[in-house]
């Protein structure tokens, strides 16, 4: 990776595969506020963000590991990585913790198969399967690192390298699902800011008609 690549964060990943503009604002343009679910978030991940090591019935786990990909041009933090040495071969299994329940989208396995991406490189291993523990449930799902699931993170990242490269914080639009739930609502002003580009764009219609 050439030495003036900017490193994209892991969670920039999540962010825009949730909302482009957020990902913008949060790693743009620095922004952030804090609601419940943001909240709750930083108290389940309150345990596993302290730099640690534990050992217990053959596995090794490591709690806040660094990550870092030359490659990809990616880092981040690890919540938990589990080497599993109880077999003839080593498991490792990243483990990132999330608030609320398993989601109908994929950027929360996106952004564990870039942790797992980055540890392949560090390690030089190959890395299958890791887990998404779930705040509400209490419970970890496992995710199979397939081919579809690298694709797919491999595009994810593109799409957020060149959003990082444009330097540009996309549109609002509001989508009350979405919208409503994020911290960063009243930073974004999606319903203000998307009626002003609907008047932006209608007096731009307004004028090229006359124009013809």
Known sequence: MEDDVRLIP???????????????LIHLEQ????????AEGRILHERADHLGHERRRGIH????????????????????????ESQQTAVIRPIEYKRGRPKTHRADEVQLCAQALCLE?????GIE??????????????VV?????RELTQGVIADTRDLFDVNCTPPA????????????????????????????????????????
């Open 173 to 212: 639009t509001y989508e009350p699902k979405r919208c409503d739930r994020c911290s960063l609502i009243d930073i974004c002003q999606p319903q203000v800011m998307g009626k002003q580009r609907s008047a932006s764009r209608w007096l731009a219609n307004q004028l090229q008609s006359l124009d013809e």
């Open 145 to 149: 690192f397939d081919d579809e699931l």
């Open 10 to 24: 892991i969670s920039a990943l999540q962010h825009l595969l949730f909302c482009p503009r957020q990902c913008a």
């Open 129 to 142: 399967q890791g887990a998404l523990y779930y705040g509400k449930t209490r419970r970890r799902k496992v």
């Open 31 to 38: 922004q952030w506020a804090e609601n419940r679910y943001t």
């Open 121 to 125: 490189e560090m390690l030089n291993v």
């Open 61 to 84: 786990t490591a709690m806040a590991l660094p990550l870092v990909s030359e490659a990809l041009g990616l880092t981040g933090v690890a919540d938990v990585v589990e080497f599993d």
